[in-house]
């Protein structure tokens, strides 16, 4: 056992021992700080660039801005803005106006609603729990359901809004409808029409290097311009195609003067802008199939169909499911293209929900544009998360 004197000769030991070198303690802070100073500039950026100014743009979605003498004003409203566009005055601009649909249209909604309950079904046949399931178990499921039944209804309401507005009676389509139309048609055009070149371009034929260059050639082009372009074209009084309309008696025709034939203008815009993106991308999934298991199909004697079906496109389904979503999403987004080709008309037949917010923000109601952003955040969000998780999941499950 240790004496009073021996225990002070050890701390008088301890305590004598050298300081570390101040520079060796900087470099240990350093070493310690380096993770945060190196990630703090990025997290600036993203709170500068993201977070900051989705906050205040919710909070200009629930308010109200009004121009005053020597300035302005900004008064809280809470989601007046919201009751305006989907209640009130604006929601038949937003939502459009459902006329006396025909039989056709109602059975069409009637079998996306037996699709949507074949789809619950199959969730609650698949994860079925028993009496005895632990809690957990339990509630995980019934929230499965409980948010699968939320996007049947959804999802079946924006189908109503869809034909109503575009195929009913007296019926005119709301900004949402008509944002729908352009993201189902071009994103379904981009694909098919960029993987049929893609799949073209795997083949040994001359000048495919030629090919790919010319292929990439729209996407370089603005979509201001080719809004511009496609005016242009089609104009049937002037411009290069001018002579070809009179010349086959169109020169009192114009597609531009006709809410459907507008919105196929634009969408073939689009579709001419943006197919280079998905067959670029088509292409290097293509390139990067087994040739090995394609010889080896070949020799047992399969036919071309049953190389597509069985080989190609299970290895291209996970990119294909993402050239899909990225389409998608930016093309909800769509802007540039009805502006310049349409502006929007005739009346709002061509007018997308960022077009409409574009035109109240213009209109400087940044309070009821920033709610339109919102709704179309929402409704961006939906389809995503949608596609994801039901979509893309049972596609990789259909081609495993």
Do not use: C
């Amino acid at each position: 056992m240790a004496t009073a004197s021996e225990t002070a000769t050890r701390k008088n030991i301890d305590n004598s021992a050298p300081e570390r070198p101040i520079a060796e303690r900087f470099g240990s802070w350093l070493d310690a700080a380096s993770p945060t100073v190196l990630l703090m500039p990025t997290v600036l950026v993203v709170l500068l660039l993201s977070i900051f100014p989705l906050i205040a743009s919710l909070y200009s979605a629930l308010a109200r801005f009004q121009l005053q003498q020597g300035g302005f004003a900004i008064s809280f409203v809470g989601f007046a803005n919201f009751n305006k566009l989907l209640f009130g005055s604006e929601a038949r601009k937003t939502l459009g106006r459902v006329g006396e649909l025909p039989a056709w249209s109602w059975i069409v909604i009637g079998l996306f609603v037996v699709l949507m309950l074949y789809f619950l079904y199959q969730h609650i046949n698949r994860n079925r729990v028993g009496a005895f399931s632990s809690v957990g178990k339990t509630i995980s499921f019934g929230m499965g359901v409980f948010w699968r039944v939320l996007t049947g209804i959804i999802a079946t309401f924006l189908v109503f809004l869809l034909v109503g507005g575009l195929y009913s009676d007296r019926g005119i389509p709301g900004t949402i409808a008509v944002t729908l139309v352009f993201v189902i048609g071009s994103v379904a055009l981009q694909y098919t029409i960029g993987l049929i070149l893609a799949l073209l371009l795997t083949q040994d034929i001359p000048g495919k290097r030629f090919f790919r260059i010319i292929f990439l050639l729209p996407m370089m082009i603005t979509p201001v311009g080719i809004g511009f372009l496609f005016r242009m074209l089609t104009n049937t009084t002037v411009g290069p195609l001018g002579p070809v309309w009179q010349a086959a008696g169109l020169a009192q025709f114009s597609m531009l003067e006709d809410g459907s034939g507008a919105r196929l203008a634009i969408i073939i815009g689009d579709v001419w802008q943006w197919v280079p993106f998905s067959f670029i991308i088509l292409l290097a999934a293509l390139e990067g199939v087994s040739r090995e298991t394609i010889e080896a199909a070949r020799v047992d004697g399969a036919s071309r169909w049953q190389l597509f079906r069985f080989i190609i496109v299970p290895e291209i389904v996970p990119v294909s499911t993402t050239v899909i979503l990225i389409r998608m999403i930016e093309t909800f987004k769509i802007i540039d293209v009805p502006n310049a080709l349409t502006g929007g008309g005739p009346g709002t037949a061509t007018e997308s929900l960022t077009l409409h917010a574009f035109n109240n923000w213009r209109a400087i109601d940044y309070g009821l544009s920033a709610a339109i952003s919102y709704i179309l955040l929402f409704i961006v969000t939906y389809v995503a998360m949608v596609f994801v998780n039901i979509v893309r999941r049972r596609v990789l499950e259909a081609f495993a």
